[in-house]
């Protein structure tokens, strides 16, 4: 990932830091507790989700729908990646992959129900949106998070990375 | 002056005390969040033990039986194949090539629409469509071609039918073994009185007939000739009303005084103002046959077309919104609890929205009473409203809702407990149950969503008469209640809706008819067995 847009190695301030690894790990919470939920829920199946998809993506979220096979694909994606990318993000394991993969993940949930004028849901948002909400934000969120790893810094990628990051931060510095 | 951090400050293999705190300085956090996840688990789980210790026993709905119906070849003739004579013979493994091509279309437009799938998946019954006969030629040849059509669970069938002009021509046939009626009920008690004293097994759609005194009659001869009856509530084999049947027979519900079940539809067709066929005529329809046992006779002519099409507008064929649709309501609440025949019945109602020329209200009411069972049963329909009521079973220590709760819950059911409850008192107030929210839901198939559309469909979907679940699978009630029927015949059995329920069904809409066209009270008096 060592591309110039996004320097490998960088220095924070205390707060700085905190504030990073306080972001990262209540978001990879959030993201844990959403799929373990749902892994815990014999019941939980994606499908009342996609048939109220609109937008540009409601045909393809219905055709998921009509495959059972696809469904059930679909449905442990769903489960094991929140359950993964929220694991990943508090330990702080592959932490920017994890943050790319959480925004995937959540700009396809925008994308699939964004909160545009003239969208009409039938289950109710827990707030008020027009065309922001809340996983465009937390998408952003870990955008912030994959430009600004801390990973390495607070968390396990420290002890694994060590000896590969080791000339890169000789360059910075 | 601040620290500044950076990865990996230290260097080769000293893998100190420092470096692996930061490594493993938020795996705390990841514990206390599991820490509670299990503690949520536990407490669900203390929750849904203190509830379903005593709720139901969870096994599934029966199991349907091999996929080939065993035993002997059974030869089948239709009476009637009308749009529900259609899907009765669909039920038994045949449809006409134009319905299997616009399902097949169907499914192809609407990926969710499964009816052509759920045709197909249907168990192979080991039956021939052997006779038909229909008083209209369009639908006659119809019949004639589902016979003899390819595509069907069970692949090429064995015979091809033969066209009858009268069904008593159908009943001299020594091959035929079982006959679906499904005429008008006007023509149901002489046909199951001359098919039973033939011999032939009957499946007769609902109600069972036109009148209370032919009601009598059926059963006396069913009875006396020992035939396989089956009458059509396919609500015996939704497995939802199976549940909620355990339910009342465990007494989790309390004490029932009040049942309320409901009718709403709000369209031409949920009101039967069917379409009348183009090629309906004097030439094409037997319309001295289809009016012979009418208690009004009138020529052929545009009233006798819209009559022959759109027969239950008329007291003459049928019993309205009483046989129609209140038989549903009332065979499932028999279902469930196990009722009888009520003590009295009061009914009203009104022609309120559909002045089209009918003379069978398209607003009614009625107050069924069973004294010796502490209860009522009250039904309300309307045919210009769509607010779906559901049906509710009030009790002391819960309540009981069936449909009624949006389409997230078709025909699963809800139990909510009661705040006075003295059954749950105890745990209503140490918190574990909260009257707020359901204490057992039941939703079949909720992984499997249906493509139920139009507003008549939904209707019976949220009734629990177009789809029901065996294992999670999708079946339609309509093919489990002719394989029931089929399979009684073979193992010389009864089958789910028999005769004894039948003239339950039927006593209490004759009751509930009498009561509104005399506009008194009515009593069934078991003894004479006359409605008094």
Known sequence: MGNKAVPVSLKYTNNQLIGLSLLRVLIGWHLLYEGVAKLLNPYWSSAAYLLDVQWIFSGLAKSIVANPVVLGIVDYLNMWGLTLIGLALMLGLLGRYASIAGMVLLLIYYFFTPPLLGLEYSRPWEGSYIIVNKNLIEACALYVLYVFPTSNIIGLDRLIFRNNTQPTEDLLT | ?532
């Open chain 2, 1 to 532: 002056m601040k620290e500044e951090h950076t990865d990996s400050k230290a260097s080769g293999t000293d893998l100190d005390r420092r470096e692996i705190l930061k490594g493993l300085a938020t795996l705390p956090v990841v514990g206390v969040l599991f820490y509670n996840i299990l503690r949520k688990m536990k407490r669900d789980a203390l929750r849904k033990s203190n509830l379903l210790s005593d709720l139901i026993s969870e096994h599934q709905a029966p199991a349907v039986i091999s996929s080939k119906s065993p035993g002997e070849h059974l030869r089948l003739g239709i009476i009637g194949y009308g749009g529900r004579g259609q899907h009765l013979v669909r039920g038994a493994g045949f449809a006409t090539p134009e319905w299997v091509e616009k399902a097949a279309a169907n499914a192809q437009k609407n990926k969710l629409d499964k009816g052509y799938a759920t045709f197909m998946q249907q168990d192979d019954l080991n039956v021939s469509l052997v006779g038909v006969c229909d008083l209209f030629n369009v639908r006659a040849r119809a019949a004639l071609a589902a016979s003899t059509n390819e595509i069907r669970p069970g692949g090429k069938p064995k015979e091809a039918a033969k066209r009858y002009r009268h069904y008593t021509e159908m009943l001299a046939n020594d091959d035929i073994d079982a006959v679906i009626i499904a005429t008008p009920d006007h023509w149901h008690s002489r046909i199951i009185i001359d098919a039973a004293r033939a011999g032939k097994h009957v499946y007769c759609e609902k109600a069972m007939t036109r009148t209370f005194q032919e009601a009598i009659d059926v059963y006396d001869t069913v009875k006396e000739t020992g035939i396989v009856f089956q009458l059509g509530h396919q609500n015996r084999q939704v497995d939802s009303l199976e549940k909620a049947r355990e339910i009342v027979q465990q007494g989790l519900l309390g004490p029932v005084n009040l049942v309320e079940v409901t009718t709403n539809r709000n369209s031409p067709w949920g009101a039967w103002v069917w379409d009348i066929d183009p090629k309906g005529n004097r030439r094409t329809i037997d319309w001295d046959t289809f009016q012979e046992p009418a208690p009004t006779k009138i020529p052929f002519g545009r009233e006798a077309l819209k009559r022959f099409f759109r027969w239950r507008c008329w007291y003459d064929y049928g019993t309205g919104l009483s046989g129609d649709l209140f038989s549903h309501e009332f065979d499932a609440v028999n279902q469930v609890m196990e009722l009888g025949a009520p003590k009295f019945v009061s009914a009203s109602g009104g022609i309120y929205f559909y002045k089209d020329g009918r003379d069978v209200p398209d607003v009614f009411q009625a107050i069924l009473e069973y004294p010796d069972k502490d209860l009522t049963l009250l039904y309300s329909a309307t045919l210009s409203s769509n607010k779906n009521r559901g049906n509710i079973f009030m009790g002391h220590d819960a309540t009981m809702q069936i449909g009624g709760a949006g389409d997230s819950k078709i025909h699963g059911l809800v139990v909510t407990a009661d705040p006075e409850s003295t059954r749950y008192r105890e745990r209503i107030e140490s918190g574990i149950i909260n009257t707020r929210y359901p204490i057992y839901t039941y939703s079949p198939g909720s992984k499997q969503i249906d493509g139920v559309t139009s507003a008549t469909a939904r209707y019976f979907a949220n009734k629990g008469l177009v789809y029901t679940y065996r294992e999670g699978k999708r079946m339609d009630p309509t093919h489990l209640h002719i394989k029931d029927w089929l399979d009684s015949i073979r193992e010389n059995r009864q089958p789910k809706c028999d005769i004894e329920v039948g003239l339950h069904e039927a006593l209490a809409c004759h009751m509930a008819t009498e009561s509104y066209l005399t506009g008194r009270r009515v009593e069934w008096d078991p003894d004479k067995r006359q409605i008094v």
